[in-house]
């Protein structure tokens, strides 16, 4: 025992903070691997995608999009009567997500040799973490995955409502007939879709120029025209200011004066990160906007050296909000934790997805990134409604590929690839992106025809 433990100390080789989906992934590696590990999780195991994020989200697009694709079938296929039935959908949800019950998880971590503790825990120490009245010894270290939560902006008379997060739209069983939708990033984007396909009339409020502003123009544009044929309005470049509720309804006031009206409002307006009562000024670790700032392996920095003892993954480390970079950064920290020499972090070709219809992929960086790092840019596009597939395959087929290559070293850099299947398309780009596939190889490659993807040779051809 060092002079740091008390005889009250329960003793472990790993204490994991969170187990989102990183943090439960590590739990069973580590554990597997011999380690001795506790995991504190404050609420679900598995965190915030498979109960309040990615699966339920995803599980109620699916169901919005067969309503979609039924309606479409008249201008393809024939009369098809579509009653649209909110509650088969929210089955669905209830039942991937075990009606928010996460024994199935927790289970598997047990299975594994890993010791759940509930409770919210929080640093006291050189690897010491109290969870309520007990006090832990991570003899190797902590690895932190506590994620985020909604964040609420500081708009007036917004605390004061019943407005929803994601949170509570994923566990409602009822259909409000009108939704404001604060924030056109992907949680509003997506929701807003579902929910309008239902039925709901559907406004979303976004302060920037454009929805999904991170994104491509091409891409917010296709998307916004999209979102309109659904029936969603959609308001750029005027912030809300103020939100009152009364007799049952939202009123939120726009920047310009605009006052909108709705029977629910949805806050989809970013997310904050759990850092913030963890006690990591205890070890003396500070964080930029509430974010870790971690080296390639992982390993938790503090004035630009490792603390030593100290892991983060996750939302927390501000590389992207997505449980795949979640889970690319646990298997890193696990190799480290392990004392194993593995290739460290490389974010080059970060991927991602906004799950509406259009399907909004895109990788690496935008055109714009490209530029603002002085590279020199080409960019080639193509549209899918234009290519032979889009021809075939009718109503539904909005869509574009664009590349952006940089001239100089003759390689993609970025990637979007926007339509139906979006995301899956995305993964070819992926690759050409993170393996740094010479253009010329690119050029020479044969896409099957007619596929959708084979817009990346159309757009390729455009590059030049
Ligand atoms: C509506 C929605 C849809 C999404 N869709 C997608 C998608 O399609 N694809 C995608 O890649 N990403 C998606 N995301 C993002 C994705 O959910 C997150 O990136 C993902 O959950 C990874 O988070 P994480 O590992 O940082 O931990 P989180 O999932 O945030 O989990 C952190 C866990 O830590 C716990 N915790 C926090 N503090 C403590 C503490 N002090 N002690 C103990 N436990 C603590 C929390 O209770 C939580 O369970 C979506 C998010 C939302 C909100
Ligand atoms: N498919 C996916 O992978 C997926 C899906 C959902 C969420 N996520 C992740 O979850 C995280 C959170 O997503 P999000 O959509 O909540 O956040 P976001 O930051 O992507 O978008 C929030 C939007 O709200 C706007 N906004 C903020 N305050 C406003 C105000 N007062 N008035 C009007 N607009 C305002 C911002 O301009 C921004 O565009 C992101 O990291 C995202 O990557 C991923």
């Known amino acids: 025992m060092d002079a740091d433990t008390t005889a009250d100390d329960l003793v472990a080789d790993v204490v994991i903070l969170g187990t989102g989906p990183g943090g439960e992934a590590a739990a069973g590696a580590l554990a597997r691997a011999g380690l001795q590990v506790v995991a504190v999780e404050a609420s679900l195991v598995g965190g915030e995608c498979p109960y309040y994020g990615c699966i339920p989200s995803k599980t109620l697009l699916r169901s919005a999009e067969l309503l979609a694709d039924a309606r479409r079938a008249d201008e393809a296929a024939g009369k098809v009567s579509v009653v649209p039935d909110f509650s088969t959908a929210y089955a669905r949800v209830r039942e991937i997500t075990a009606d928010w019950d996460d024994s199935a998880a927790v289970k598997r971590l047990q299975d594994q040799g890993v010791r759940l503790v509930r409770g919210t825990g929080s640093i006291i120490g050189p690897g010491r973490v109290r969870v309520d009245d007990r006090t832990f010894r991570a003899g190797r270290g902590i690895l932190l995955d506590v994620g985020t939560r909604p964040a609420v902006p500081g708009i007036d008379g917004l605390s004061d409502t019943p407005y929803w997060t994601n949170r509570d739209l994923l566990r409602s069983p009822d259909l409000p007939t009108s939704l404001l939708v604060l924030g056109g990033g992907a949680v509003g984007l997506e929701l807003a879709q579902a929910y309008a396909r239902y039925g709901t009339t559907v406004t979303v409020i976004e302060g920037a120029d454009r929805i999904l502003a991170q994104e491509e123009p091409e891409a917010s544009a296709l998307l916004a025209a999209a979102l309109s044929e659904d029936g969603i309005t959609v308001r750029t470049g005027s912030g809300a200011v103020s939100v009152a509720h009364d007799a049952g309804r939202f009123t939120v006031t726009l920047e310009d004066g605009t006052a909108l009206d709705a029977q629910r409002l949805l806050v989809s307006a970013g997310r904050a990160p759990n850092t913030d009562r963890l006690g990591l000024d205890v070890v003396g670790v500070p964080t930029q906007h509430g974010y870790l700032t971690t080296d390639e392996h992982q390993r938790i920095l503090a ?106 070293r003759r390689v993609l850099v970025g990637a979007t690839s926007a339509g139906p299947a979006g995301g899956e398309i995305l993964g070819a780009l992926t690759v050409a992106v993170q393996a740094q596939v010479p253009l010329t190889e690119l050029v020479r490659t044969i896409w099957a025809y007619p596929t959708f993807h084979r817009a990346i040779g159309t757009a390729l051809a455009d590059l030049s």
Do not use: C
């Open 303 to 408: 004035d630009g050296a490792p603390v030593g003892g100290l892991w983060a993954i996750g939302d927390v480390t501000g590389r992207g909000g997505f449980t795949h970079v979640s889970m690319y950064q646990s298997a890193i920290a696990v190799a480290d934790i392990r004392g194993q020499s593995g290739p460290g972090a490389s974010y080059r070709a970060l991927p991602r997805v906004t799950f509406t219809d259009p399907e909004i992929g895109a990788v690496g960086l935008t055109e714009a990134q490209a530029r603002r790092r002085g590279l020199d840019v080409r960019t080639g596009s193509a549209d899918l409604a234009a290519s032979s597939r889009g021809a075939t395959y009718g109503p539904g087929n909005r869509g574009l590929i664009k590349l952006v290559a940089d001239a100089e």
